[in-house]
T-cell receptor, first 110, second 115 residues
Framework: GEDVEQSLFLSVREGDSSVINCTYT??????LYWYKQEPGAGLQLLTY?????DMKQDQRLTVLLNKKDKHLSLRIADTQTGDSAIYFC??????????FGKGTMLLVSP | EAQVTQNPRYLITVTGKKLTVTCSQN?????MSWYRQDPGLGLRQIYY???????DKGDVPEGYKVSRKEKRNFPLILESPSPNQTSLYFC??????????????FGPGTRLTVL
C-alpha cells in the first residue's frame, strides 16, 4: 500500500531554520499536508499543497514539493521554542482519506 | 466554537469488557474518521464514514466497530477489548466536499489502556 516516510527526530537552536523532510510512494497523491501535534493535544493542520504546485509559503512556513522524486519538505523560518512538537506529513489521493507518516519530533533549544 | 469532541479522554479497562468511545462534531461535516496513534507507527486509520449510514474499513479495522446513525456522531466500539488495543485514539471530521484538500479537524484524543 501507500507509504509515507519521515525522519524521526530533528533538533535545532532557537532562531535557526528547521527543515523537515518527507517522501511518499503514491504517485496519484493529489494533496500533501503538514500537521502539528503538541504534547497532549490532537493534530492541527499547518498547511497543505496541491500536487500541481512546487512551493507554498505561509508566513514562517515554506512547503516545497518535488513531485518527480515524491519528496515534500517543510521549512520553518526563525524557529521558536513554541515550535517544538511532532510534525506529521500526510497524503491524500482519495475522498478525504489521509495516509500519515510516523511523525518527526522537532526539539527547539534556547 | 467549531470542534470535535471525544469522550472519555482517558479510560482504563480490562480485557473483554465492551466499551464505546464517543465522537461528536458540530460543523455539519459529512466525513468522519477514527485513527489510532502508537509510538513508532504514527497514525493509522481504523474506520471512516463518508455520510450517515455509510462506513468503511481503514487500515486497521480488526477488533473495532463503528456506526453513523446521525451526521454529528461517530462512536467507536470495542466489543471485546484486548491489550493490543491500548493506544491513543483520535476522531477527525472534514466537510468531505472536495477530492482531497479537505481540512480534517481532530478531536483531543482518548488514551485507552486495556489491562
Amino acid at each position: 500500500g501507500e507509504d509515507v516516510e519521515q525522519s524521526l527526530f530533528l533538533s535545532v537552536r532557537e532562531g535557526d531554520s528547521s527543515v523537515i523532510n518527507c517522501t511518499y510512494t503514491d504517485s496519484s497523491s493529489t494533496y500533501l499536508y503538514w500537521y502539528k501535534q503538541e504534547p497532549g493535544a490532537g493534530l492541527q493542520l499547518l498547511t497543505y499543497i496541491f500536487s500541481n504546485m512546487d512551493m507554498k509559503q505561509d508566513q514562517r512556513l515554506t512547503v516545497l514539493l518535488n513531485k518527480k522524486d515524491k519528496h515534500l519538505s517543510l521549512r520553518i523560518a526563525d524557529t521558536q521554542t513554541g515550535d517544538s512538537a511532532i510534525y506529521f506529513c500526510a497524503e491524500s489521493s482519495g475522498y478525504s482519506t489521509l495516509t500519515f507518516g510516523k511523525g518527526t519530533m522537532l526539539l527547539v533549544s534556547p | 466554537e467549531a470542534q470535535v469532541t471525544q469522550n472519555p479522554r482517558y479510560l482504563i479497562t480490562v480485557t473483554g469488557k465492551k466499551l464505546t468511545v464517543t465522537c461528536s462534531q458540530n460543523m455539519n461535516h459529512e466525513y468522519m474518521s477514527w485513527y489510532r496513534q502508537d509510538p513508532g507507527l504514527g497514525l493509522r486509520q481504523i474506520y471512516y464514514s463518508m455520510n450517515v449510514e455509510v462506513t468503511d474499513k481503514g487500515d486497521v479495522p480488526e477488533g473495532y466497530k463503528v456506526s453513523r446513525k446521525e451526521k454529528r456522531n461517530f462512536p467507536l466500539i470495542l466489543e471485546s477489548p484486548s491489550p493490543n488495543q491500548t493506544s491513543l485514539y483520535f476522531c477527525a471530521s472534514s466537510p468531505g466536499t472536495a477530492r482531497g484538500g479537505d481540512t480534517q479537524y481532530f478531536g483531543p484524543g482518548t488514551r485507552l489502556t486495556v489491562l
